[in-house]
């Protein structure tokens, strides 16, 4: 676990920097907006910079034919994009687009590279953040196996909340469609589903999650595990 | 193109879909749902549950006029596109 020093950043991963590290990256660091659907990362092509999110969320998603898109990482300000970069490669296999509006702070690659190069610590705990989203994206693939819609749903609403804060998201269909890995009317069928045992109300575009525990279980999990792992590799959040 | 909102009922109860989505025309609305009550069909069989043909989509375009309604046992009964 690490401490987070750095208050006046959101990012959890800026926070915990070490003073040298910090002072590598920050005057490369430039904060931005995040507005809805901006493309983060090409699907194959170089990445350009990388985000380290203060809010909002950034969805990694694999492409399929037919609309079958669906999302494999899900990155709020507790991580970062280019993870790619952190691993030794230039370029990204999968988009990653802005689901949630919201700000971030970025880093053109050159200077992420060359902080990487000038520091023995940095790779390190970036490699830490690298782990617990793979460990995020295989329970991912274990819920895509062998979890119900509403089970994922739960789970997924659940990771949105903590990179949301409040008990209220508003989130489109549209990206709980790709989310889930159903065509987007199945949204609709989902979100009743956890309405009828009282964990959630569905109203007009927004979610309210009136039961955390109830889903927590429903997720059977899927939820909690990934998130502990995070605690483990970096510490906690908020 | 227009935007079709699918509508959920499940008996009594209906369940709006407030968002929608853009498609060219009727031929895709009954696609879509087809493809989407398979979905979910799938999905609750895998869950244990028995085949839910009681329920449907009631598919509205944007002046709420009623363009389809998709009973989920079609889908059960029909061949249609892949999911």
Known sequence: ?238 | MPRYFFHYRDGDRLSEDYEGELLPGIAAVEETAMASAKEIIADGLLGGNPVLTGYSYEIRDEARNLVLVFPFSEAAEKPGPRP
């Open chain 1, 1 to 238: 676990m690490y401490k987070p020093n750095n208050k006046k950043y959101k990012n959890e991963l800026i926070r915990r920097l070490s003073q040298e590290d910090l002072a590598l990256v920050e005057p490369d660091l430039v904060r931005c907006e995040l507005p809805l659907r901006m493309m983060l990362e090409k699907r194959n092509s170089p990445i350009e910079f990388v985000y380290f999110l203060e809010g909002g969320i950034g969805s990694i998603v694999a492409k399929m034919p037919m609309g079958r898109d669906t999302e494999v990482g899900l990155i709020g300000f507790e991580g970062m994009t280019g993870t790619a970069l952190v691993l030794g490669d230039d370029q990204s296999t999968h988009e990653c687009y802005v689901q949630l509006a919201g700000e971030a702070h970025r880093m053109p690659v050159d200077q992420l590279r060359s902080a990487l190069a000038q520091s023995t610590t940095l790779r390190p705990f970036l490699l830490r953040y690298v782990q617990a989203l793979f460990i995020q994206t295989s329970y991912t693939a274990l819920v895509n196996a062998r979890s119900k819609l509403e089970e994922r749903l739960a789970r997924w609403l659940l990771m949105c909340d903590d990179r949301v804060g409040g008990d209220r998201l508003t989130i489109t269909h549209e990206f709980l469609a790709i989310m889930l890995g159903v065509r987007r009317p199945g949204v609709t069928v989902a979100l009743q589903i956890l309405e009828g045992k009282g964990l959630i109300r569905a109203n007009r575009g927004e979610i309210i999650l009136r039961d955390r525990n109830g889903l927590i279980e429903l997720a059977d999990g899927a939820y909690s595990e990934p998130e502990g792992e995070y605690r483990r590799l970096i510490g906690e959040i908020g």
